[in-house]
């Protein structure tokens, strides 16, 4: 499909109005709907335009039962106020909204300190717009390390940089490796490893490698990847053959989550070897869509030449990012968050969620038809597969019905070397209760006796059937 194209259509067909939507009059306001896919030829009023379009938009689903998804559906009235305030600041203008720019500066020192940078007044790091726009600037980052130290046969020579990860990466890094010319060097699953091999990755490094990419935790299963084996496995390949390779850690869900409940494990900046990390606010750091971060462990991992400056009050100001202009809206709404929940808050509910996810975890693989991949321990997301001896149905059968009650599952096959598996994947966020839990277990026991009497699997179209997201 093309990107964003007209609907190549004949015209449309004039379609009638809701009198009621003409105001004043609802005889004569409105006689026709405005044309779609064209701009009307002139104005309407402003409650005309509001209805029509909060009407369109009620079809949207219900954004509470989107068991697919990360990123945050619910946040606190006092947050929805205080975005509301901000919505007409611009990140950029850091001249204008300096207190917009302090709130940005204090996330970034509070995240180093939770992520244990051994000086986090050196760290450095900005607010993008998720993840993925903060994985382009670390990798950007890594990229221009390398072809600094290796200035004497990059670009002149015939070398191509690579970056080493998982197959089960996040999109954003391929689509890293596609924009900035890199090759994607990925480690394939194998059996029940669904995830990197520290040593397989390793073994992938060369002198052309930028970096290696870990992730805490991957949107395959919620598994936590193990960065502090692979930091190990870079080590003692640098012992062997001195090559000094990078690890940025793509912390999109994790970095907001094993800081509060898994305090022990060491994946951060405490080890030397990781450059650079990122989270999406807007994930598990409890913010509406709109806000990531990215941090380095201290200015030698970040090229001062990547990094420009603008103007503030009458000095300027370094910034590192994709975009120019931005709303502020989501930054102030971290800062709010943080304020607002501290460690105690942030493990409470983390803690909450995910004992829903072990919770129903435990309680979909009690109903006997399917085989858990993962429980919910890590990230508060787990992955189901159909039991061996159940062959009426498939993930997608299950997926596809599940949304006739409401909720989005999404089902999906394994990359390399698992292609022969495919699963289910419940994410569970802040917002899902117990309560909804229940109701969607409920659900779920409901349809079982349906999909065990069909014949064979019926889901023909399998990409329909699902909503597919990582
Ligand atoms: C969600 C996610 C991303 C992309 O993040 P956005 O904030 O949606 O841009 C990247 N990596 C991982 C591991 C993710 O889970």
């Known amino acids: 499909m093309p990107l964003h194209t007209g609907p190549g259509t004949p015209e449309e067909r004039p379609r009638s109005m809701n009198p009621f939507y003409g105001e004043a009059n609802p005889v004569v306001e409105m006689t026709e709907a405005p044309p779609r896919h064209r701009l009307p030829a002139g104005p309407m009023l402003p409650t005309t335009a509001y209805q029509l379009v909060h009407d369109e938009l009620m079809l949207d689903g219900n954004s509470r039962l989107n068991l697919a998804t990360f990123v945050t559906t619910w946040m606190e009235p006092q947050a929805g106020v205080l975005m509301n305030e901000c919505r007409d600041k611009n990140m950029i203008d850091k001249d204008e909204y300096p207190r917009t720019a302090e709130l940005e500066r204090r996330c970034v020192a509070m995240l180093a300190h939770l992520w244990n940078a051994p000086h986090p007044e050196a760290a450095v790091g900005c607010s993008t717009t998720g993840s993925s726009e903060a994985c382009m600037l670390a990798g950007m980052a890594l990229k221009r390390r390398w072809a600094r130290r290796n200035a004497d046969r990059y670009p002149s020579g015939n070398v191509r940089p690579n970056l080493v990860m998982g197959v089960n990466v996040q999109v954003c890094w391929e689509k890293f490796c596609n924009f900035w010319e890199v090759e994607a060097r990925q480690v394939p699953m194998e059996g029940d490893r669904f995830h990197i091999d520290p040593q397989a990755a390793a073994d992938l490094c060369d002198e052309n490698t930028i970096g290696v990419v870990g992730i805490l935790g991957s949107t395959f299963d919620g598994s936590y990847e193990p960065i502090a084996e692979l930091c190990a496995a870079l080590d003692a390949l640098q012992e062997r053959t001195g090559l000094d390779v990078p690890v940025h850690v793509d912390g999109a869900s994790g970095a907001m989550i094993a800081p509060f409940l898994d305090e022990d494990l060491v994946w951060d900046f405490r080890l030397p070897r990781v450059a650079s990390i990122n989270t999406s606010g807007h994930k598990y750091g409890l913010v509406y869509p709109g806000v990531g971060w990215a941090l380095w462990r201290d200015e030698e991992a970040l090229p001062e030449e990547l990094v420009f400056r603008v103007n503030y009050l009458g000095g300027d100001m370094p910034t590192f990012a994709l975009n120019f202009s931005r709303p502020g809206a989501q930054v102030a709404a971290q800062y709010y968050t943080f304020l607002r929940l501290g460690r105690e808050g942030y493990r409470a509910v983390q803690q909450t969620t995910r004992n829903v996810a072990r919770g129903l975890a435990e309680r979909v693989e009690s109903l006997g038809d399917f085989r858990l991949l993962t429980r919910g321990d890590e990230l508060p997301v787990f992955a189901f597969t159909t039991a061996p001896d159940v062959e009426a149905y498939d993930v997608f059968d299950v997926s596809r ?50 999909l065990r009497r069909q014949p064979h699997p019926l889901t023909r179209d399998k990409e329909a059937a699902t909503s597919f997201h990582h």
């Open 401 to 450: 019905r599940l949304r006739e009650y409401g909720w989005l599952v999404p089902a999906y096959t394994f990359p390399a070397n698992r292609q022969d598996l495919s699963v289910l994947r419940i994410v569970c966020r802040n917002g899902f209760s117990t309560d909804l839990a229940d109701l969607f277990l409920e659900d779920l026991t409901r349809l079982l006796p349906e």
